[in-house]
């Protein structure tokens, strides 16, 4: 059991996160983040509940949002920690729709591609915690979506629940170009990515002039031992003047109240939906992450402790 410092809180954890991100993060390499060692804690969002503080402005019971990974109890500085409002929200969506995903969805999509009305959007990883999000932003804005996911399930929920006007199941699909072209019969305009690999390939040559793409994941490449050779790309990005971006979400943090204000106003109007496939007990916390990188949950992917 760690000791609380001064400017430190004890947290108890009440829901870990697990991300895609994190497949990244243990495989030993440097990107823009240190990698998790061997030995190390597996790093990660949670939400918990303070036992103890020894900083002004929490108290015992207060339940708090932070970075300090896959543990029961963490002595956390309280500069890391956030506050939340459990009366305003469950405090799980702290992870999700009110959290990173959330934020990846709203400033990832809405600041790269610059939707406007009437537009063809397409979303890949569409079922899940981001995608579903992006998807549901461009109806709000006026578009035309078009969601790519890898089970009926989620195809259903994403037409029925969530607005999609077209989505297919890629796993169930075997041309995903010819499925695409019947999909939008007026091109696309902006695609939004979580996944690479094969199905961005099929989406890259029917891109509208002008058309946005940004790049928020290549899930399909995460686990991949050597790169896989892919198609030559960057002619129709020449020919169609597509503009494609990248991002890392962090990049908004200055902008997350903003976000956060907006989502959880949407959310009130009752025009965004949001879903969590929680998995009770630390226990399975690693067959949560396991299970999330190859599509076991539709919405976010908590464990709950
Ligand atoms: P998520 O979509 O909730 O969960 C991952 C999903 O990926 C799975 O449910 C699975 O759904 C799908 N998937 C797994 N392998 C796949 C494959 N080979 N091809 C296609 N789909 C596959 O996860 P998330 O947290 O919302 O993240 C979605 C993407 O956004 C990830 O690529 C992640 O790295 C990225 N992301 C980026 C940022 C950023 O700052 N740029 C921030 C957050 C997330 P299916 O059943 O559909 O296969
Ligand atoms: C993600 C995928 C990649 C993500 C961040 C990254 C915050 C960053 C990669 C790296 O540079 O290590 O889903 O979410």
Redesign the pocket.
């Known amino acids: 059991m760690p000791a609380a410092r001064d400017g430190q809180v004890l947290v108890k954890s009440a829901y870990l996160s697990v991300?895609?991100?994190m497949r990244g993060r243990i495989t030993g390499i440097r990107t823009y983040a240190e990698p998790v060692n061997i030995g190390d804690v597996m790093q990660g969002g949670t939400v918990g509940q303070v036992v103890e503080s020894k900083a002004s402005g929490f108290v015992p019971g207060d339940f708090v949002t932070g970075m300090w990974g896959w543990q029961e109890f963490a002595a956390a500085d309280a500069t890391t920690l956030r506050k939340l409002d459990a009366k305003l929200a469950p405090v799980s969506t702290a992870l999700g729709v009110l959290g990173?995903?959330g934020m990846?969805a709203y400033f990832?999509f809405l600041d790269i591609c610059k939707p406007k009305p009437g537009e063809t959007v397409v979303v890949?990883?569409a079922?899940?915690?981001?995608?579903s999000l992006v998807g549901q932003i461009a109806k709000i804005k006026g578009c035309r979506t078009v969601g790519i996911?890898?089970?009926d399930s989620?195809i259903d929920w994403m037409k029925k629940e969530l607005g999609f006007d077209a989505a297919f199941n890629?796993k169930s699909t075997s041309d995903y170009s010819t499925k695409l072209k019947e999909l939008c019969p007026n091109g696309i305009d902006c695609y939004f990515d979580?996944?690479g690999?094969a199905?961005t390939d099929a989406v890259f040559p029917l891109m509208n002039v002008y058309g946005r793409i940004s790049i928020?994941?290549?899930?399909?490449q995460y686990n991949l031992e050597k790169p896989e050779p892919g198609p030559r790309l960057l002619s129709f990005m020449l020919v169609k003047q597509l503009k494609v971006e990248g991002?890392?979400?962090f990049r908004f943090a200055d902008r997350y109240p903003e976000g956060i204000t907006q989502m959880a106003q949407w959310l009130r109007e009752g025009k965004l939906k949001h879903r969590e496939e929680v998995v009770e007990g630390f226990q399975n916390t690693v067959k949560a992450f396991i299970g999330?990188?190859?599509?076991d949950?539709t919405g976010?992917?908590l464990v709950k402790m």
């Open positions: 991300d895609p991100y990173m995903p990846t990832g890949s990883g079922a899940g915690a981001v995608g996911a890898g089970a989620k890629y979580n996944v690999g199905i928020c994941g290549q899930i399909s991002f890392i979400v999330m990188l190859q599509g949950n976010k992917m």
